[in-house]
Protein backbone atom coordinates (compact mmCIF):
# COMPACT_ATOMS: atom_id res chain seq x y z
CA UNK A 1 0.00 0.00 0.00
CA UNK A 2 1.25 3.46 -0.83
CA UNK A 3 -0.49 6.57 -0.34
CA UNK A 4 -0.37 9.45 -3.47
CA UNK A 5 0.95 12.10 -3.56
CA UNK A 6 0.04 15.73 -5.04
CA UNK A 7 1.97 18.72 -5.32
CA UNK A 8 0.76 22.25 -6.09
CA UNK A 9 4.89 23.95 -6.46
CA UNK A 10 5.47 27.43 -4.90
CA UNK A 11 8.86 27.51 -6.64
CA UNK A 12 10.62 25.90 -9.43
CA UNK A 13 14.04 26.23 -10.71
CA UNK A 14 12.88 26.21 -13.93
CA UNK A 15 10.30 28.29 -13.98
CA UNK A 16 11.35 31.91 -14.54
CA UNK A 17 7.92 33.22 -12.66
CA UNK A 18 9.03 31.81 -9.60
CA UNK A 19 12.33 32.71 -8.99
CA UNK A 20 12.80 35.98 -8.17
CA UNK A 21 11.20 35.72 -4.58
CA UNK A 22 13.47 34.01 -2.91
CA UNK A 23 16.12 36.36 -0.12
CA UNK A 24 18.78 35.36 2.08
CA UNK A 25 19.34 36.60 5.56
CA UNK A 26 22.04 35.49 8.22
CA UNK A 27 22.86 36.61 11.39
CA UNK A 28 25.53 40.10 10.62
CA UNK A 29 21.78 41.57 11.37
CA UNK A 30 21.92 40.85 14.99
CA UNK A 31 26.37 41.19 14.98
CA UNK A 32 26.97 37.59 13.76
CA UNK A 33 29.78 37.09 11.57
CA UNK A 34 28.34 34.45 9.78
CA UNK A 35 27.69 35.13 5.97
CA UNK A 36 25.18 33.99 3.63
CA UNK A 37 25.19 33.73 0.07
CA UNK A 38 22.01 32.94 -2.58
CA UNK A 39 23.30 31.78 -5.53
CA UNK A 40 21.82 29.89 -9.32
CA UNK A 41 22.65 26.89 -10.15
CA UNK A 42 21.58 26.06 -14.03
CA UNK A 43 23.40 22.74 -14.99
CA UNK A 44 20.98 20.35 -16.88
CA UNK A 45 19.13 18.45 -13.73
CA UNK A 46 21.21 20.26 -11.40
CA UNK A 47 18.81 23.50 -11.25
CA UNK A 48 18.17 25.27 -8.27
CA UNK A 49 18.36 28.39 -5.95
CA UNK A 50 21.48 27.50 -3.71
CA UNK A 51 22.06 28.37 -0.16
CA UNK A 52 25.90 28.92 0.32
CA UNK A 53 28.22 30.06 2.90
CA UNK A 54 29.91 29.56 6.45
CA UNK A 55 28.11 29.47 9.59
CA UNK A 56 29.92 30.71 12.61
CA UNK A 57 29.33 30.76 16.09
CA UNK A 58 31.10 33.99 16.90
CA UNK A 59 29.55 37.30 18.92
CA UNK A 60 26.54 34.93 19.62
CA UNK A 61 25.77 34.34 15.74
CA UNK A 62 24.76 31.28 14.18
CA UNK A 63 22.56 30.66 11.19
CA UNK A 64 22.48 31.93 7.19
CA UNK A 65 19.13 31.24 5.23
CA UNK A 66 17.34 32.07 2.14
CA UNK A 67 13.45 32.49 2.64
CA UNK A 68 11.00 32.87 0.87
CA UNK A 69 7.88 35.27 0.97
CA UNK A 70 4.67 33.63 1.02
CA UNK A 71 1.43 36.23 -0.56
CA UNK A 72 -2.18 35.48 -0.51
CA UNK A 73 -2.43 33.90 -3.71
CA UNK A 74 -0.02 31.56 -2.52
CA UNK A 75 -2.39 30.12 -0.09
CA UNK A 76 -5.63 30.51 -1.73
CA UNK A 77 -6.38 26.54 -1.73
CA UNK A 78 -4.31 25.57 1.19
CA UNK A 79 -6.78 24.25 3.88
CA UNK A 80 -6.83 21.15 1.30
CA UNK A 81 -3.09 20.10 1.86
CA UNK A 82 -1.30 18.12 4.36
CA UNK A 83 2.30 19.91 4.42
CA UNK A 84 4.93 21.63 2.49
CA UNK A 85 7.92 19.77 0.18
CA UNK A 86 10.96 20.47 -1.14
CA UNK A 87 12.71 18.78 -3.50
CA UNK A 88 16.37 19.37 -2.68
CA UNK A 89 20.25 18.25 -3.09
CA UNK A 90 23.38 19.22 -0.97
CA UNK A 91 26.64 18.47 1.00
CA UNK A 92 25.27 15.87 3.26
CA UNK A 93 24.61 18.02 5.90
CA UNK A 94 21.53 18.79 8.27
CA UNK A 95 19.81 21.74 7.39
CA UNK A 96 16.04 23.29 8.98
CA UNK A 97 12.74 24.30 7.36
CA UNK A 98 11.79 27.32 8.90
CA UNK A 99 7.92 28.53 8.81
CA UNK A 100 6.94 31.85 9.95
CA UNK A 101 3.31 32.93 10.58
CA UNK A 102 1.62 36.54 10.81
CA UNK A 103 1.31 35.44 14.49
CA UNK A 104 4.90 35.78 15.63
CA UNK A 105 6.46 38.91 15.83
CA UNK A 106 9.74 38.54 17.44
CA UNK A 107 12.06 37.72 14.97
CA UNK A 108 13.59 34.23 16.23
CA UNK A 109 10.02 32.73 16.39
CA UNK A 110 9.67 29.65 13.73
CA UNK A 111 7.90 26.46 13.57
CA UNK A 112 10.73 23.80 12.52
CA UNK A 113 11.63 20.61 10.56
CA UNK A 114 15.11 19.20 10.25
CA UNK A 115 16.32 17.40 7.09
CA UNK A 116 19.57 16.35 5.76
CA UNK A 117 20.40 17.62 2.01
CA UNK A 118 22.29 14.42 0.26
CA UNK A 119 24.56 14.87 -3.07
CA UNK A 120 21.34 13.61 -5.05
CA UNK A 121 18.16 15.25 -5.29
CA UNK A 122 15.65 14.30 -2.87
CA UNK A 123 12.06 15.29 -2.31
CA UNK A 124 11.76 16.14 1.54
CA UNK A 125 7.65 16.12 2.91
CA UNK A 126 6.77 17.58 5.76
CA UNK A 127 3.44 17.68 7.42
CA UNK A 128 2.28 20.49 9.06
CA UNK A 129 1.35 18.93 12.15
CA UNK A 130 4.84 17.95 12.89
CA UNK A 131 6.59 21.29 12.64
CA UNK A 132 7.59 22.21 16.38
CA UNK A 133 6.74 25.85 17.69
CA UNK A 134 10.42 27.51 18.60
CA UNK A 135 10.12 29.99 21.30
CA UNK A 136 6.32 30.28 21.15
CA UNK A 137 3.49 28.87 22.28
CA UNK A 138 1.32 29.76 19.26
CA UNK A 139 -0.18 26.97 17.59
CA UNK A 140 1.13 26.70 13.75
CA UNK A 141 -1.59 27.91 11.33
CA UNK A 142 -0.91 27.39 8.10
CA UNK A 143 -3.68 29.57 6.87
CA UNK A 144 -1.11 32.35 8.08
CA UNK A 145 1.96 31.41 6.69
CA UNK A 146 4.15 34.42 5.93
CA UNK A 147 7.72 32.94 5.25
CA UNK A 148 9.62 29.54 4.06
CA UNK A 149 12.86 29.48 5.12
CA UNK A 150 16.26 27.04 4.48
CA UNK A 151 18.24 27.55 7.57
CA UNK A 152 21.63 26.26 8.05
CA UNK A 153 22.30 26.76 12.19
CA UNK A 154 22.89 26.16 15.28
CA UNK A 155 26.73 24.84 14.85
CA UNK A 156 29.99 25.92 12.63
CA UNK A 157 29.80 24.64 9.21
CA UNK A 158 30.16 25.11 5.52
CA UNK A 159 26.44 25.28 4.12
CA UNK A 160 25.80 24.46 0.55
CA UNK A 161 21.99 23.39 0.09
CA UNK A 162 20.11 23.94 -3.71
CA UNK A 163 16.55 23.94 -3.63
CA UNK A 164 14.90 22.53 -7.14
CA UNK A 165 11.31 22.57 -6.73
CA UNK A 166 9.01 23.53 -2.97
CA UNK A 167 5.22 23.67 -2.44
CA UNK A 168 2.21 22.05 -0.43
CA UNK A 169 1.30 18.59 -0.77
CA UNK A 170 -1.74 16.47 0.16
CA UNK A 171 -1.85 12.64 0.53
CA UNK A 172 -4.58 11.74 -1.97
CA UNK A 173 -5.27 8.30 -0.30
CA UNK A 174 -3.96 4.58 -0.06
CA UNK A 175 -3.69 2.78 -3.42
CA UNK A 176 -2.16 -0.48 -4.10
CA UNK A 177 0.59 -1.33 -6.44
Known amino acids: M ?3 LMHAPLFRADDPQTTNRWRTADDRVMGGESVAHMDWQHSGMEQGVCLRGDVSLANRGGFIQIKWPVTAGDLVNIDGYTGLYIHAMGNGEAYNL ?6 L ?10 FHAEPQPRYHYFPFDAFEPYKTDTPFAPRQLKTIAVVAIGR ?4 DVCVREMGFYSRLGDTTD
Open 2 to 4: TAS
Open 98 to 103: HLRTRW
Open 105 to 114: WLPWQSYRQT
Open 156 to 159: AFTA
